[in-house]
């Protein structure tokens, strides 16, 4: 493979070749959204036929790139992480850059770990999945310059913190008036821990939704609990203990509604005749299930992808139009859901 | 965090506090399985409380460690390659490596990229997830010195390739001879991508337990594919309009059977009434869908770890015991297989 002898050299050969301005090629190297679909096949396809190189994220970097962007997760057993990963590789696939891919599992002593592992190393920048807001690990990078972005975090983020995450209010939202529309009034919502912002956020949506349509939130129909199959089984068999149960339940995340759909199997219940059922995040079990499941989808690999973005523009100490993204999330309908049947309540 | 003055020292301080040996210690450093698990874990307890941070995996090496182990798999999309980078990471967790992550989807043209990205940078060693055994990749990264373990390979490895699998004969011997037990006879098998050595073998098991029972292989009932969903799915509905079809199929893998499900559901045929069904892998779907299934379990987080452990012996210049190491498949018996019933077989 043929090395460039200057970067600048490069960029203009490319550019020449391709027939496109010079900001045009930069903003192709950068991984940027702002070229034309047509535009940027072509430049790279010139990249690819000369057998460039191409340099690391960062032209104007203050220091020489390490080639490592680090990311860390809180664990690799459900597929939240993985999806959110899979948007940052895509996303690095065509820079020079490598995932250094770490594991926590929340425990503060792997994060520790990783933090040293990251600064004893050298690193371009780092991803965090469900960092604390509020955090040393996030200070201790700040004052390493070492730039980050957060991808939904935990409690409270600074306005200087970049970070993307996904409409949760909204998506929580939309999963109630979903239910309402079908005539359910007794929804309950299992939550995920309580200092997830984006758990938090979901619920704030449910009780938005019940209360535009003038239904009063019920204490007993809002559950505590994990994102997690086993909560979801919990407090599944909690909400049908009760002296009169919902006939409609909206899980904190699709893994909850493997738990769930487990508690009602086990009741001889059947989803969705005796009991509506809706997800949130749209992971490949959501249509592994069966039935197959109504769900909030957020867009996962694209969150990752635009983390990755933001953060080879914080690299290249390039200005971000917003600290905070939010992408869009949308109600996919499968067969979880049917319409409220008086005939099937209880009380 | 207090960096210790030189290797040996620290090892040494380490021993003395922890009251054992030092290549006990050295033992432990290097995560090798030979150590007393409470020695372990006193050992661990000396490194933490001191505050120790590990050098790096290879006290002997030729060469400066880049702190970088490299990764590459072929997809993240289902769980199979995931569960194996669990294993990894948690073998590195207590290293001071980090772990590279790569996903090529079996593109020549992205392995090419991989590569270059690995020797334009710095690496101690490379894990390759269902690399062709012959390869130029291979090879280069033996003429760079890098060394590499290469786990569920595809084609043919040399004698000198370190590598990992599981037991695959042997499993699919087992998942057919289940059956067989169960009073089937006529048993299809699915396969993988026919250069996928592990698939090949799976089906070597199939009809070596055949011929033990005497029973012919008949070709309509080895079906060819990928280890897809949508392989799961063509291949059943080929298999149910054949004029005799099977009481029993052998899934390539855990991933098709969600097809296979899928078909057997459109067609109106209950597992396992109608249909037994066996898969391989036992990834969290297994337990998912429904019925729960009945796989062959293979140990893929532990392959993930071993491989691990080759790689860091490999590092460090020690020999390796066996340079091909074959993990244990076991059967997982779920709801998914029944008694063959002469009443629900056609023909």
Known sequence: MRQPSSKRNTIAEIAAKAGVSIPTVSRVLNNRPDVAPGTRKRVEQVIEECGFTRNRATPSSRK???????????????????EIIRGVEEALERTELRLALSVTRSSSQLEQRWLNKVLNGTTDGAILVLARGQSQDLDTLRQHKIPFVVVDHRGELGPDVPSVGATNWLGG????????????????????????????????????????????????????????QQTGYEQTCALLDL?????????????????????LRERGLSVPNDMSVIGFDDVPIASIVTPALTTIRQPLVEMGRVATTMLLRLIAEEPLDSMRVELTTTLVERDSCAPFCPLNAKG
Do not use: K
Not at 64 to 80: C, F, K, P, Q
């Open 64 to 82: 020489e790139s390490s080639g490592i962007v680090d990311m860390r997760v809180t664990d690799l057993a459900n597929m939240y992480s993985v």
């Open 173 to 228: 939202r939309m999963a109630t008036e979903h239910l309402l529309s079908l005539g359910h009034r007794r929804i309950a919502v299992i939550r995920g821990h309580a200092d997830l912002r984006c758990s938090r956020d979901r619920v704030a949506g449910y009780r938005a939704a019940l209360e535009d349509a003038g239904i009063p939130v019920e204490p007993e129909l809002v559950r505590r609990g994990e994102f997690s």
């Open 243 to 263: 002296p009169n149960p919902p006939t409609a339940i909206v899980a904190g995340c699709d893994i909850q509604v493997v738990g769930v759909y487990g508690a």
